[in-house]
């Protein structure tokens, strides 16, 4: 059975290694700071113990005031997941960093987001709309589209 | 005297009859040889995330069975177990034995259009997969029998199944699983050591077991490049810890082991149907839900082993009658990442093949 | 695991992308013009005169007998078209033997799916590139009006915005016995079609 670690104690270890990086932390998941995310998740894919290697999914939900990216992880090897959260608080110019370069599953996932909800990441190699055409106005998946 | 040589940008698709649906490839060629490749999706691209926000939960259901159309009851369990997870509600025991037995039945009718259509790719045309087509009618019968539809069925529900099997169900199902493994026993005798799908499968488009772990590939395609990860046994969902079946994997990641992987995947689901018909229990098959359903603000995340791969929901809940948002992790779209990698250095024929082993439906892919 | 940053092709991908994005729009402003008749060259004054009755009934049975259809398969009713053409619906006892995968070699467009505006312009070319006569079967509820998803944003609301269609079949998706009495129904208006003008 894939244990749902206890977010909090995996946000106690994170704390001590990355001060500040953390927004805030519940039973089922840890909310980061968009600046320190890639940090943290190059850390939790090779920290011994943690070892994610496996990012299951990617999502992002467009509530009013904030955009909420959402990254399931998994390890392979303990059998273990994890549900890691950032929030963009700037709804015109939404820029998180990518995390194409730990996990290239991310690679589709993160070009869905961009053309569907208009999220920014930087460091993505090819970051282009993926579904909908080149002239496309808006991104349909916010709240505010038609 | 070398001959001077440009490269050639070619465009495979969207209308093609080997790309499985509307699927492109911008391919630059050196000859014959893919010097580089691009995808092109968003062909069938018909906005179900965006159409569920105005749907009730059990609305959300028929919407569902159009994501991988070729496995519409895995789908269907997908998403109502998402929903029993945010809800907390529980599902009959007799509704869990049957769940396993037509998601088994789909997997096995998923499969055999998946290794029909690998071969119909690798040269043999038609033959093999009209011979699939005659298993997959008699799978589609029974599902007939329960559902009354022929491949969008919207059978499950949030709490268990829309109504109980006929009783005509369980003898055609037992006579199926009868002759069943005698189809596949011919199927192997035909195809298994045939020198042309040997020479045409074996070595070409590998994925090494590194970089499947990291694109994040499921399903088959993971297994084949011997990586033992399936849902059924790392995070059992409705009821497979009662069941005892194994885990194929391959061990060259190559097209071949593909398709060894789902020929052996279908022996282990006929395995799997036998278990849940003797010990399947009688009872209601749903449990009392309201019409509409209002779960308590929250979100949930849950996934199942779909023929395709890992296929998952995520579901906001802001406590209305319509999800606030519902996210697909469609397996096809994720398996395609390293697509560019498996191809390049190969024939143009070689990526029509290396493309049809990874099996995708383009309604998951482009949702 | 690295991977190679900023991937360059050789041709101008993001320039490619904005001229077939382009295309889209245009047809998408342009889609409630109607479609113009494909004989309307023809003269009055022949339409009028000109009557064959005995060629025009061979000529009829010929075409109708032995309709090819084109592969277009977008979406789901495409698993029902090829189950129509396996061996349990078999099609070819109707003459439509092949699904031709050219468009010259085909008479016959069978619309199999959902259609969205990314895909419109190129069914609007394979349409345009079969040769008269041509028929087109609007399959499915998507297919005659959008369907379940008429409402959303991509997504064309019925194949008669894009092509002319002869004779719709609902269902979604239609049963194959129900695209067989579609195809008849086809049959039957080709049977009282005239070679003067298109029947």
């Keep these: 059975m894939t244990l749902a670690l206890a977010a909090k104690e995996v946000a106690a270890k994170l704390e001590t290694k990355f001060p500040g990086s953390i927004a805030e932390s519940n039973n089922n998941d840890i909310v980061v700071k968009s600046q320190s995310l890639f940090g943290l998740a190059s850390f939790l894919k090779t920290a011994p113990g943690l070892e994610f290697n496996y990012l299951a999914a990617i999502t992002a939900v467009d509530y009013y005031n904030y955009f909420e990216l959402v990254y399931q992880l998994t390890s392979l090897k303990h059998n273990h997941s994890l549900v890691l959260k950032t929030r963009c608080y700037d709804r015109e110019n ?9 996990w290239r599953g991310a690679d589709y996932q993160e070009r869905e987001i961009y053309d569907l909800l208009g999220i920014s990441f930087t460091g993505h190699p090819n970051l282009k709309r993926i579904f909908l055409w080149s002239g496309f106005e808006g991104h349909p998946l916010r709240k505010d589209y038609l | 005297m070398a001959l001077k040589t440009e490269p050639f940008v070619l465009n495979i698709g969207p209308v093609h009859p080997s790309t499985h649906g509307v699927f492109r490839m911008r391919a630059t060629l050196d000859g014959e040889v893919i010097v580089d490749l691009e995808p092109v999706f968003g062909y069938l691209h018909r906005g179900i995330e965006k159409l569920a926000e105005e749907r009730t939960y059990t609305g959300v259901i028929p919407l569902t069975d159009r994501l991988d159309y070729l496995a519409s009851m895995s789908n269907n369990l997908a998403y109502v177990l998402t929903v029993e997870k ?25 499969h055999l259009i998946a290794v029909g259509a690998f071969l119909n790719d690798c040269g043999a045309f038609f033959t093999p997969f009209l011979y699939m087509f005659r298993e997959r009618e008699k799978i589609v019968d029974l599902f007939e029998m329960v559902s009354g539809q022929r491949l969008l069925y919207n059978y499950m529900r949030i709490g268990g199944l829309s109504q109980d099997i006929p009783e005509e169900f369980l003898p055609a199902l037992d006579k199926f699983v009868q002759q069943m493994p005698g189809f596949i026993d011919e199927y192997d005798r035909f195809f298994a050591q045939n020198e042309i799908l040997l020479a045409r499968a074996k070595g070409v488009g590998i994925l090494p077991q ?28 409705s009821l497979y810890d009662r069941f005892d079946f194994d885990i194929p994997t391959g061990t060259a990641s190559d097209c071949y082991d593909r398709y060894r992987v789902r020929i052996a995947e279908m022996r282990q689901s006929l395995r799997i149907i036998r278990q849940a018909m003797e010990q399947l229990p009688s009872g209601p098959v749903k449990s009392d839900v309201p019409r509409l359903l209002r779960p308590q603000v929250g979100e949930a995340y849950a996934h199942i082993e779909a023929p395709k791969g890992d296929l998952g929901f995520y579901l906001v809940s802001d406590n209305s009658i319509a999800p606030y948002r519902c996210h697909v992790r469609a397996p096809s779209l994720i398996n395609l990442t390293a697509l560019r990698e498996m191809i390049i250095g190969w024939k143009i024929q070689d990526a029509i093949i290396i493309f049809g082993s990874i099996d995708i439906t383009m309604g998951e892919v482009d949702r | 695991m690295e991977i190679d940053i900023p991937h360059k092709f050789i041709y101008p991908d993001a320039e490619l992308d904005k001229a077939e994005g382009e295309a889209i729009e245009t047809l998408k402003a ?50 029902e078209l090829i189950a129509m053409q396996a061996s349990r619906f078999d099609i070819s006892r109707f003459g439509m033997e092949i699904l031709r995968a050219s468009p010259r070699q085909a008479d016959l467009m069978i619309t199999a799916g959902t259609l969205t505006w990314k895909m419109a312009p190129q069914v609007k070319r394979i349409y345009e590139q079969m040769a008269e006569p041509k028929w087109v079967i609007a399959m499915g509820a998507c297919g005659i009006s959008g369907g379940i998803f008429r409402s959303s944003y991509n997504v064309v609301p019925g194949y008669n915005h894009i092509v002319p269609v002869d004779v719709y079949v609902p269902g979604c ?19 009282k079609g005239s070679l003067v003008t298109k029947g």
Aim: glycine fraction near 4%; include cysteine; charged fraction near 20%.
């Design chain 1, 94 to 102: 939404a820029v998180v960093p990518s995390l194409v370069k730990l």
């Design chain 2, 86 to 110: 945010l809800a907390g509600i529980a599902v009959p025991e007799r509704a869990q034995y049957l769940r396993v037995i037509i998601a088994e039945l789909q997997r096995i009718a998923g």
């Design chain 2, 210 to 237: 590194e970089m499947a772990i990291n694109i994040s590939a499921s399903g088959p395609v993971l297994r084949a490049s011997g990586v033992n990860w399936d849902i059924r046994k790392a995070d059992p969902y």
């Design chain 3, 30 to 79: 342009n889609c409630q013009q109607t479609i113009p008749d494909a004989d309307s060259w023809l003269d009055e004054e022949i339409q009028r005169n000109v009557m064959l009755t005995s060629l025009d009934s061979v000529i009829n049975w010929a075409r109708r007998s032995s309709l090819w259809p084109v592969i277009c398969f977008p979406a789901c009713c495409a698993f």
């Design chain 3, 173 to 191: 998706p239609p049963r194959p016995e129900a695209l067989l009495y579609g195809i008849k129904m086809l049959q039957d208006k080709i049977a």
